[in-house]
């Protein structure tokens, strides 16, 4: 026999259990015909404010002792739970379901008979840090091996998949292909399913009896159709747990796109922002948002409530004057001149000049419009940012402050960092093991050469050298996570000294950067700036989307 990992969920009931079937919910927007297709991404709705699925705890179960509480805001309202009729079932087709006060859910482990557990044929190419450069891979797959289902997935860093019944011969096509993959072909040793006891709350019941029931995915909303709390946040909408591909389960959160914003825009550019600021951000959420459908569409659901999608935190960050910033942009989108929506992207700081959405991921977006602007009005020149000398003049000018960059406001509009050689080589090390990079280990850096820099000043590719001869190339966006910097838009110059105490010498580098994020598509702090400047939200998208124009969905 061997252990697995299941959650139990205990439930308090104000009467006594009862189970009935395809009960209907009396919430008016998301009523009970939504059950049956809440299961997939696919079914959400086409209209000015569609339904979206977010992922907004991922992985649960994955370690022991986690727990989540799901409570009513409302001390008169329900938790109206929907559960698959037949055990272990995520058919939907025919349901049961009760009405309860509070969930606690919690792991715990279950034996189950070892001959129940099935072998694993899954192949899993590359190891990815952002979803843009997975999506590459996996259109570069689909070229070369159009017979296999390649899709992206999650599991902590991004990859990507494909079943195969032959996964040996795959395996040896893709290493003479030049891919970096593996099989997943362990048997798995856990196999989860959730699992609650009800214990009856009514004093004439005996407090002992319990009701059990097991199935592999609930659905839960409010009776009375407002919002649930799980762990201190309010989330309206429905509320799923269904399990994912890793053994583990999503909980996910389906809503109207409006009502996902209200717990976007806030997270994502600050309440204090000024009226133009807010609506531009509301639009390029909705817009993203949008775009990005596909995202996690193999566990069920669109985006995740992360930096690595947007930030959501459901309704607990709410604001007056952001739901009326929201209000008065409403089913606004950018779209391409196609007609199609847009990857409407941003970041904290650009630096002065926003990069090119293939200086920083590899390939490029479907419309080939996102590309890097200029985002100071006050130039005393038109620099060349891909040459050194010119890039290095850009970020260490004093003058910089006097071309009226619109971000300049920002905290990280420049910033300089010196890292030594040892800790340099500890930190794109610790890159590797997260994410898993087929890089070489490095005990001490001793040289860093730039081989390609785009024109928006974006570093292509980035040589490191080690002590012992080694060397590494890191493209694109890795480099501004392998090295610990705010960005990609930086110089760097090489510091030896030699020590007092060991006469040794001692090798430092010493960054000199701008921006802070990818710096693709919006500057948030430019827009607040360009806000308090009087600019609308129109002309703030115009100036960072040139190629782009305002539309319904």
């Known amino acids: ?100 006060d509070l969930l606690n859910i919690k792991v715990v482990s279950f034996p189950i008979p070892f001959d129940e557990i099935a072998e694993t044929r899954k192949i899993k190419v590359g190891s990815f840090t952002t979803y843009e450069d997975a999506y590459y891979a996996e259109q570069v797959l689909k070229d070369y091996f159009p017979e296999q289902n390649w899709q992206v997935y999650y599991p902590r860093p991004w990859e990507v998949w494909t079943l195969s019944e032959k996964p040996h011969e795959l395996m040896r096509t893709l290493t003479r292909k030049g891919f970096h993959a593996s099989w997943i072909k362990e048997k798995p040793l856990s196999k989860r399913t959730l699992s609650w006891q009800s214990y009856s709350s009514i004093p004439s019941a005996d407090p002992k009896s319990e009701y059990q029931f097991n199935r592999s995915k609930v659905i839960l ?178 003058d910089a402050k006097k071309w009226n960059c619109f971000d300049v406001v920002s905290p990280h509009f420049r910033w300089t960092k010196e890292i030594d050689s040892r800790e340099l080589a500890r930190l794109i090390n610790e890159a590797k093991n997260n994410w898993k990079f087929n890089w070489v280990d490095l005990d001490q850096v001793t040289a860093l050469n730039i081989s390609k820099r785009s024109k928006t000043g974006r570093i292509i590719e980035l040589i490191v050298q080690g002590s012992r001869g080694e060397s590494l190339i890191i493209p694109k966006d890795k480099i501004r996570a392998a090295l610990g910097l705010k960005s990609t838009f930086f110089v760097v110059d090489k510091l030896e000294t030699i020590s007092d105490k060991t006469n040794n010498t001692e090798i430092k580098f010493s960054f000199r950067g701008s921006g802070y994020g990818h710096g693709v598509g919006l500057s948030q702090f430019g827009a607040r700036n360009l806000a308090n400047q009087g600019k609308n939200a129109k002309e703030i998208i115009k100036i960072y989307f040139p190629n782009y124009e305002l539309a319904k969905i």
């Open 221 to 398: 909303q409010s009776k009375l159709g407002k919002s649930l709390i799980i762990d201190s946040k309010t989330y309206p909408g429905i509320i799923e747990i269904t399990p994912d591909s890793f053994g583990t389960f999503s909980v996910i959160n389906e809503l109207p796109i409006e009502n996902y914003l209200r717990g976007v825009v806030p997270l994502e550019i600050g309440a204090d922002s000024p009226r133009a600021a807010l609506e531009t951000q509301a639009i390029l959420a909705r817009t993203y948002a949008l775009a990005n459908l596909n995202r996690y569409l193999p566990e069920g659901y669109n985006l995740c409530s992360t930096q690595k999608c947007q930030v959501y935190g459901g309704l607990s960050v709410t604001n007056k004057r952001i739901d009326n910033a929201i209000d008065a942009t409403t089913g606004i989108v950018l779209k391409d001149k196609t007609g199609s929506v847009v990857q409407a992207l941003y970041s904290s700081t650009d630096g002065g000049y926003t990069a090119n959405f293939d200086d920083i991921w590899f390939g490029f977006n479907n419309s080939k419009s996102l590309m890097g602007v200029s985002t100071c009005s006050k130039l005393p020149k038109e620099f060349d940012l891909s040459i050194e000398e010119q890039v290095y003049e850009f970020l260490t000018s004093e």
């Open 1 to 100: 026999m061997n252990r697995f990992i299941f959650l139990s969920i205990l439930f308090t009931l104000s009467l006594s259990p009862s189970i009935v079937s395809n009960a209907k919910t009396q919430n008016p927007t998301l009523n009970a015909s939504s059950l049956s297709t809440s299961s997939s991404a696919k079914s959400i709705s086409r209209s000015d404010n569609p339904l979206i699925r977010i992922g907004i705890i991922q992985h649960l179960g994955r370690n022991y002792g986690e727990s989540l509480q799901i409570k009513v805001q409302d001390p008169k309202d329900k938790i109206q739970i929907t559960f698959p009729e037949k055990p272990c079932s995520i058919n939907m087709s025919q349901t049961q379901t009760e009405e309860l």
